[in-house]
């Protein structure tokens, strides 16, 4: 909450991003489901950018994980794997899909 009250414009734009409907992009986090998806993959291999337009904040690799900011390419996405991204919402169904979310997107 602190580095909220010294960066006021960054805590602005996070709640903006995630209650103003208005906006045409939003931040969700997407589960990576076991199956027919990326799961056992890199995110390099994944291509989830490249295939669904979204821009990945972060990831979780378990519930019990660190979450990594900016994540590498070389990061596995092992089923229950969170990520964090920002986009429009027909990109994030998209990567919903992909990752074969049983989530779904708060579009």
């Known amino acids: ?3 909220f009250a010294l960066q006021p414009h960054v805590a602005e ?3 903006v ?4 409907e208005s906006l045409e992009f939003r931040m969700e ?3 990576i489901a076991r199956g027919p998806s990326v799961c056992g993959q890199t995110l390099r291999e994944a291509e989830l950018a490249e295939r669904t337009g979204v821009v990945l904040l972060a990831l979780r690799p378990s ?6 900011a900016n994540p590498s390419p070389d ?3 092992d089923e229950n794997s969170i990520l964090i ?3 429009t919402p027909s990109q994030l169904k998209a990567l919903h899909y992909v990752c074969g979310s049983r989530s779904s997107p708060a579009s």
Request: with cysteine; glycine share 0%; charged share 10%.
């Open 1 to 3: 909450m602190a580095a």
């Open 75 to 77: 990061s596995c996405l």
């Open 85 to 87: 991204a920002v986009s």
């Open 17 to 20: 991003v995630m209650h103003d």
């Open 63 to 68: 519930a019990v994980a660190p979450f990594a």
């Open 13 to 15: 734009f996070l709640d």
């Open 29 to 31: 986090e997407v589960a």
